[in-house]
């Protein structure tokens, strides 16, 4: 009565993910750098965006999650892949922090080197994973469509 019936196709449906998988990207990144400027510009302690950083950690890594395993789209990586992923992120890490806080002492390795090192290990891991577990999800669905 108020609205013109609407006919959604399978077009439309993917176009309407597309744009909104599109949206939270952007959210997320201005939500990341209202964080960084609010620590880095205004100088805010770290403790008082706590709940900007829970809430952006969620966003994000529940969207790539939810993306690997119920879309299946995102690629897993080889051996290779994973290996100069690693490495790439950890330069970026080691020299963002070295230019920031400078050489750190090696009494305090578990607060400096530990998170630069095994932090990119672990996040390609968990991806490797999930993307695994997404792959196999699609293709038991595509054998029981066969069947």
């Known amino acids: 009565m108020f609205f013109h019936k609407m006919t959604i196709d ?3 449906r993917s176009n309407t993910r ?4 599109i949206w939270l990207g952007v959210t997320q990144l ?3 750098a209202v964080v960084f400027y609010r620590l880095h510009v205004l100088g ?10 829970a809430v952006l950690a969620i ?5 790539l999650a939810l ?4 879309g299946g789209v995102m690629p897993r990586p080889t051996w290779r892949g994973a290996l100069v992923s690693y490495l790439v992120l950890t330069f970026l890490i080691v020299s963002v922090c070295l230019l920031i ?3 750190p002492d090696a009494s305090r390795w578990t607060n400096t080197w530990l998170p630069a ?3 990119p290990a672990l996040l390609i891991g968990a991806y490797a994973l999930v993307a695994y577990l997404g792959q196999r999800r699609i293709e038991r669905q595509i054998e029981k469509l066969d069947q």
């Open 101 to 103: 806080y400078g050489w």
């Open 59 to 63: 966003s994000i890594f529940g969207n």
């Open 18 to 21: 597309y744009a909104a998988a």
């Open 30 to 32: 201005l939500l990341a």
């Open 44 to 53: 805010q302690a770290d403790e008082e965006l706590r709940d900007f950083q």
């Open 117 to 119: 090192l095994l932090g």
């Open 67 to 70: 993306q690997l395993i119920l």
């Open 10 to 12: 399978e077009r439309t």
